[in-house]
Each structure stands twice: as structure tokens, then as C-alpha cells.
């Protein structure tokens, strides 16, 4: 009884804190601006393909398969999670055995990936801290974002051992009972034989409790980590962009004002005019991004695949990709507050153009979506790059001089070429001459 008072506090706990969370990212989100989504059916088979199925990450075939299997180990072991709250709750011991042969193939599997997993960690930690894998750096990765990496494989691993250590001495304590062990556990089974005169009741008692508060701690340090991605990248994938990487939306308030030059009647037509506010035009701080931009910054495994594959970062520019997402994921963080506070007009004389994202990197980019195309979380780089580059051009007239002339021949010219329109069929004439 004590144990189960004990657990439900924990839980309370964690239950308070994590609502807490999802609360404050609720309401940062409500700081974005809205973007339509729908096509659901092609959403879920890319869902399938990309979250579930793990193909983009499977390109990398060895590091990739191990990624892999991580995230499908990971999905067995939950379902091992959620019965030892049901334990935790009722004071039950392997409550979901009662599904009999589901069960031990999920604790079986689950029992291997956990020694997988751990393996798999011990492997990341290395790559990091010993073999220094240039991708995991750049002048986005500070101290802290390294920190933070190193601390959730931590937990991971710790997790994993603890899991292990549990049904080690869980299989050890029915053994030497004579009683029936519930599930398979062809890893725990091995280790069982050499646990000695350990007092096996106790360790599977300290193993329980430090896996289930590991994962209390884990789902709430998730949201304050760059492995938010664990609760992030399935819903991020459900929900990324289905039009071909490289096709550019157009800006609904510019639609309209070209809409109305082409056909001034449109004016008097009793379309609807929504009087609102002009917007602004691109993207200048964080309350100008949209929902999405917003979710991917969160979604990020900041594992610079994307920055790996830029061209401009390659040839030695100032532009990153992965730094775009997470300065997108910081200022959100420095400013939310301040607008949640103090409403819409609170203003920090900051912006997230020129604080944290500078014309040099947005103009740096070439537009190609390699960046896009390798995310494996679907993140999508090029259009908030746009969408501020847009903002520079349409409110600043702060464009390079190169386009700057490009813009001015479009409008006197009606071409991009510094020929006027009365030139235009001179290439002609020496035709005829020769007719
Ligand atoms: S689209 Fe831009 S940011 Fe992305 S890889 Fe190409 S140059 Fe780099
Ligand atoms: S944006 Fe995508 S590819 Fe780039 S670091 Fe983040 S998760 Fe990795």
C-alpha cells in the first residue's frame, strides 16, 4: 500500500509538471500565425513512410539502421512503461500478462531492445565525446546543446540498464520461488544465472523504482531538451509540407493586391475585404512565423544532417541551416513570455532578423532544399529562410544590389534584362535585312 501511495505522488508529480509544459508550448503556439493544412490520407502515408517506416534515416545504412531500431525498441519498451503504471497504481505484478502470447512476444522484444538500445547508446556517447563526428558541431552548438545531448543518451542508457536490471532480478526472484516467470526475457534470463546470493526481492524493488522515476524524469526534461524530438517528430511528419520541396507559396495579402491591379472592379465587387490589419510582410520576428516553422524548431534533433548537405555552408559561408530552426526555438523562448505578459505589443528591441539570423546567412542560401530533403524529421529550412528574405525585400528594400537592378528592369523593363521594351524585337531586324 505504501508503495502505491508512493508511486501515485510521483505520478501526480509528474503528471502536474508535464501539463505545466504542455501549457506554456500551447500558448507559445498561440503566438503564431496560422497555416491551413488538410490531405490527410497523403499524410498519414508519409507518416508511415518517414516517422514510422524510418526511411530517410535508413539512407546511412549502419548508423541509420541503428537510429532505426532505437526508435522502433523504443516503441515496444513503452508498452512495458504503461503496464508498470498500471502495477505502480493497483499494487499488480505484470498486470498485462493476461494477454498471455501478445505479451511475452512485446516484453520479449522489448527485453532484447533494451540490451540493443543500451549498446546504441554507449556508440552515440563515443561518437560524440571520443570520435568527435564533425556534424555535431558548428557556432550553433554550444556547450549547453552538447551538454544536453550528452545528458538524454545518459538517461536513455541508465534507462535501459535499470529496464535490464528489473527483469534480471524479477526472473531471478520466481526462479529461486519455484513460481511461473510471466513473459519471456531472453536477455534477463542470461544474466539471471549470475546474480548470485544477491537478495534479488530488493533489486528488483530498487531496479522498479529507478527505471519508473527515470522515466518521470525523462518525460519531463524531454520538453526542455533537444530530444523533444521523441514526442515531436511523428506528429512534425504527420504534418510537413506535401507540396514539392522547392515550389514557393504565395503571400495571400500579395495575391490579393496583384489580383486588384489586374482588375480594378474587383475593388467594388462586394468581394469580401476581411479589414483587418496589414500583416506584415514576411517573417521579421517570432510572432510572424507560422505554427509550423514554430513546430519544427521544436521537433529538431539538431544532428546537422541538414547542414552537412548545405552548398553555402560547405563553401565556407556563414549560412547553417540546423542554427536557422534552433534560433528559431531560442527567440521563442526569450520573447514568448514577455508577449504572453504583456500582450502583442511588447517589444524586447530585439528581433530574431539581425539578433539572431542575419541578412549575410539568409542571403547565403541558394534555394536548393538539400537541407529539406535530408532532415529526417521533415523540417522544412528554405521556407522560413523565404519568408524572411521576403520581409528584407518588401519592408526594408533591403535586397543585394544585384537584385535590386533585377527588380528595377522588371518594372521598367517588364523582363529582367536591362533592354527596354521597344528593343525587344530588335534581334529581328538583321532578319529581315537578310529575307
Ligand atoms: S536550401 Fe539553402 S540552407 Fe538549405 S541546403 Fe540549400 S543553400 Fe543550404
Ligand atoms: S533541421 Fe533536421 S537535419 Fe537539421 S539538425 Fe534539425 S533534425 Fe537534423
Partial sequence: MIKQILFSVSLLATLGIFAYSVNKYYQYFKLTRSLPIGDYGKRFNMMM????????ILRRPVIGLIHALVFWGFIVITVGSMEMVI?????????????GGF??????????????????????????LVMKVKRFDGVEMSHKAHNDAHMALTIILL???????MNTFYVAEKTLAGEEIVGVYPVSQFFAGFVGNADVHLWHE????AHILLIFLFANYLPYSKHFHVYMSIPNVFLSRLEPLGQLYNMESITKEVKLMLDPNAAFSGAPDDGGEVERFGVKDIEDVNWKNYMDSLTCTQCGRCTSVCPANITGKLLSPRKIIMNIRTRMEEKGAGLIKNGKDFDDKKA?????????????CTTCNACAQECPVNINHPSIIIDMRRYLVMEQSAAPSELNTI????????APWQFSQDDRLKWTDELYMNA
Avoid: C, H, P
Avoid at 49 to 56: D, L, M
Fill in 103 to 128: 505479451y511475452s512476444f512485446v516484453v520479449g522484444s522489448g527485453d532484447v531492445m533494451a540490451l540493443f538500445i543500451a549498446v546504441a547508446m554507449i556508440v552515440f556517447l563515443y561518437r560524440r
Fill in 159 to 165: 534507462l535501459m540498464v535499470s529496464l535490464l536490471g
Fill in 49 to 56: 513512410q518517414v516517422a514510422f517506416g524510418q526511411n530517410k
Fill in 87 to 99: 502495477d505502480g497504481l493497483f499494487g499488480t505484478d505484470r498486470f498485462l500478462g493476461i494477454l
Fill in 407 to 414: 527588380f528595377q528592369n522588371i518594372e521598367n523593363n517588364g
Fill in 352 to 364: 530574431l532578423l539581425g539578433d539572431y539570423i542575419t541578412a549575410e546567412e539568409l542571403w547565403a
Fill in 206 to 209: 530498487i531496479n522498479w523504482w
